[in-house]
């Protein structure tokens, strides 16, 4: 396979120090630039004071690089034209030596490759509202129910139906762990009608369970849903009524398939007047500490 994995990556899973894998689609499509590379950059600080290493994963020039440099980021952030990458897309992105934004799931199948256990992003791809017209499932949610890999997120976004979302990570076998969190919290919003069957206190609890899953071989993700911190959570009935004028306005222009995430977020920034981004990226960091935090124990459990 072509894939390049960083010198510093490379020698921290040897020592057995804790690595946190990062999605590029955030970068490339998820965020406007400059703020994508801020915030790719802040991430990445977020997991290093934890004493922890940030691997940033994306594909340049047909090559998948695990642990980009702050350059490739910053390239990431600011070139037009990088394709949006999931597990479908790679061997198109490979062949044709071209550029890719890793999704959850892309980002997950190279991380699992690289024997990389934890990855931290904002929010995971789901079930759409409509999907039972549409079909419009998120790869994401396949990637969780077969690649050993547990994923820290703020929730899906209220963007998908939660409900449906929640059933498919059921019916798959995805365990789905809320931290200090009874329900499913909404990437925005601390909190969703969606009740959580397991509330985890403490980053060891979570890697307790990590551990447990692959020590049974029950191959697949973990989902670890962490609330967006308190000063940031909005208001769950505006952000809505936000959501529903992007989703009609999807409908209005006819986007559909892998076009209709990436516009919503933008969408939804330009209706909050950025507000939305804010917690965006303050989500995302809150990730980084508690997913540093979970593979720091988790090193410890495998000592
Ligand atoms: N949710 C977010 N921000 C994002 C994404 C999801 O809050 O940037 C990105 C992730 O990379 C995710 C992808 O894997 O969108 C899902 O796209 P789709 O629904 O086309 O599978
Ligand atoms: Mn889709």
């Known amino acids: 396979m ?8 490379k020698k921290a899973l040897d020592e057995n120090k804790p690595v946190i894998a990062l999605e590029t689609t955030i970068i490339s499509h998820g965020m406007p630039y400059p703020k994508n590379v801020e915030c790719a950059l802040k991430v990445e600080e977020a997991i290093e004071s934890e004493g922890a290493i940030p691997a940033t994963i994306g594909i340049i020039d047909g090559v ?8 490739e980021i910053e390239e990431f952030g600011k070139r037009k034209g990088i394709k949006k990458c999931s597990r479908r897309d790679l061997p198109i992105i490979f062949a044709k030596k071209d550029w ?6 892309a980002t997950m199948f190279l991380a699992s490759i690289a024997n990389i256990e934890f990855f931290v992003t904002g929010g995971i791809g789901g079930a759409h509202k409509k999907a039972n017209e549409t079909f ?7 990637e969780l129910a077969k690649t050993n890999v547990s994923v820290i997120c703020a929730g899906p976004k209220a963007i998908l139906d939660l409900g449906f979302t929640m059933e498919i990570l059921e019916t798959k076998g995805v365990p789905v762990l809320g931290f200090n969190s009874d329900v499913l919290p909404a990437f925005f919003t601390k909190t969703s009608k969606y009740k959580i069957d397991y509330n985890c206190k403490t980053p060891l609890e979570v890697a307790e369970i990590v551990k447990a899953k692959r020590e049974n071989n029950l191959d697949g993700g973990v989902l670890i849903a962490n609330p967006v911190p308190d000063e940031y959570s909005l208001n769950e009935e505006k952000i809505n009524q936000v959501i529903d004028k992007a989703i009609a306005e999807t409908e209005e222009k006819g986007i559909k398939g892998k076009d209709e995430t990436p516009f919503l977020l933008s969408k939804i ?3 909050t007047n950025g507000k939305s981004l804010e917690t ?3 989500l995302i960091i809150n990730n980084a500490h508690l997913g540093a935090k979970i593979a720091k124990e988790y090193c410890l459990l495998n000592k």
């Open 2 to 9: 072509n894939i390049r994995i960083s010198e510093r990556v």
């Open 100 to 105: 890719g934004a890793t999704t959850v799931a």
């Open 280 to 282: 965006n990226i303050a």
């Open 64 to 71: 998948a690089i695990i642990g980009m440099s702050h350059q």
């Open 136 to 142: 419009d499932i998120s790869a994401d949610l396949e």
């Open 269 to 271: 920034v330009e209706l």
